[in-house]
């Protein structure tokens, strides 16, 4: 028999957890990955990526998600976001002669790799935006809870 | 555009029950039905990407005001604020009286028919490489007010995280 867990909710939405979170943090990185391409952008993958995270954390408790991805990582990688989108503002500055300047060209359109700089202005949109909004989850719903 | 009007409707309705039902739970729940009614009006004016991002922007918030709020919050609401009250009564009405001279100095609705946007949809493709056209406004015309959201964004996440810090808070 499966012993009764001590934290978290119960063992049948434990396993929808286990098989269905994985999927949505794929389906996150595909949206910001192909942000160009189809009809999204960095921050509907962004939510998407937090979500899956949200939802790991509201089924199984605080301690096992906090072990793979604390507020501290979290905080990190949101700042590291934020640094990538102004380094590549900046580097437009000295290559182009102004801010935003796309450097890269254009490349073959409906690829993967194209469209100049979209692609890394997403990724950084989406780390900004996800790691941001499970910081504020974390922060919001668990820190406050505590006796200290 | 009868279905539109019909979700409009809906979504006064639960706007009004969420201001005004005395019980937390339900204000939260009808705050979710409101968003879900504005993701289905974005989804009939054909704006797909606005859609998703409302809908799951939804979910999170609805998440984080259900765990956060409902249940530990010791403000009784049953008793009214009166000088609250008549001070933003006094401020909607002179914010009004200033939109309705202010609306009479604007262009019509739609005035000069798609201007702008007739260049967007004529040379984004060219010019950008991407035949998306809203990521190609968002993120090559339009790359300094994305910026400046996004900067917003990060502002309110520091907002938060020094709002809700245990060290070097008094209680």
Known sequence: MIEEPKTGMNIIVKTVTRLTTGLILLFGIYIVFHGHILSEGGFAGGVVIALSFIHLMLAYGREIVLKKMS????????????????????????????????????????????????????????????????????TLVFFRSEKK | MFDLQILIVFMIICSVVAVETKDLLSAVISIGATGLGLSVCFLLLQAPDLAIVQLVVEILVLVILIRGTVNRDGIDYRRRLWLPLIVSGVFIALFLVCVYYLINELPRFSYPIMKISKTYIADGFKQTGTANTVVAILLNYRLFDTFAGVTVFFASVIGVLTVMRKIGSKK
């Open chain 1, 71 to 138: 507020e501290k990582v979290s905080e990190l990688l949101g700042n590291i976001g934020a640094v990538i989108f102004i380094i590549i503002a900046v580097l437009g500055l000295f290559t182009g002669g102004y801010l935003f300047f796309d450097f890269f060209g254009k490349g073959k359109p409906f690829n993967l790799f194209s469209a100049g700089l979209m692609p890394l202005y997403n990724i950084a949109i989406s780390l900004i935006v996800g790691a941001g909004l499970f910081t504020v989850f974390v």
